[in-house]
């Protein structure tokens, strides 16, 4: 297991997205059709003002990150992703407690997602972070399959046992 003081987060850069899409094709984007979060798409978030793209890393590899977009009341983590290897080592909460506390000081009260309704390990994890069921959104992904919404408050930060 990597030790959290190991695990270093940073805003992702340009030359980040080709990795950050493959993550995402291989480890969220996996069975469905096509590639929606590819190369282009994910520089261009990186370059958007409202969003924000993060990655964590260990010894300077790129081991996650997480894509949010920042509107007026909520914010929408619309990817997280963390390695197979580096997995259950407190990386994905780390990388949402630190969107969070963005979220809390642009003055977000909510934070908003969808996962593929059969994804029980990512649901598991959004459990643990306090997030709650919000409603099944049929068709969600290419018309192929039902996501989960899921939400909860921003909150204030709390001393973690990751850190
Ligand atoms: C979901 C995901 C981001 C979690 O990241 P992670 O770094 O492994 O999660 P953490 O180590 O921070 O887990 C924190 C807690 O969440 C819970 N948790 C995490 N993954 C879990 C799983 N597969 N099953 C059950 N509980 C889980 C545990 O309580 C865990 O604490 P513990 O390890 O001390 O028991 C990661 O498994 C992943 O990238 N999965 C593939 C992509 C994906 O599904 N993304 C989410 C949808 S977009």
């Known amino acids: 297991m990597t030790a959290p003081a190991a695990i270093r987060l940073r805003l992702a850069r340009p030359g980040d997205a080709y990795e950050i899409a493959l993550m995402s094709r291989y480890l969220v984007e996996i069975g469905l059709r096509g590639w929606f979060w590819h190369p282009e798409r994910v520089a261009k978030a990186i370059h958007?003002?409202?969003t924000c793209v993060v990655v964590a890393e260990v010894k300077k590899r790129i081991t996650g990150f997480a894509?949010?977009?920042f509107g007026d009341t909520k914010m929408h983590l619309s990817l997280l992703a963390v390695k197979a290897t580096h997995q259950r080592c407190g990386i994905g909460r780390l990388l949402v407690d630190w969107l969070e506390q963005s979220a809390l000081t642009a003055g977000i009260t909510l934070i908003e997602l969808e996962l593929r309704a059969n994804n029980f390990g990512a649901r598991?994890?959004?459990h643990t972070l306090g997030?709650?069921?919000v409603r099944y959104v049929p068709d969600y992904y290419r018309g192929q399959e039902t996501a989960l919404r899921m939400a909860?408050?921003?909150r204030h930060a709390q001393p973690s046992n990751a850190s």
Do not use: P
């Open 152 to 154: 909860r408050g921003v």
């Open 48 to 50: 958007l003002r409202d």
């Open 131 to 133: 997030f709650q069921e």
């Open 124 to 126: 598991c994890f959004y």
């Open 67 to 69: 894509i949010a977009e």
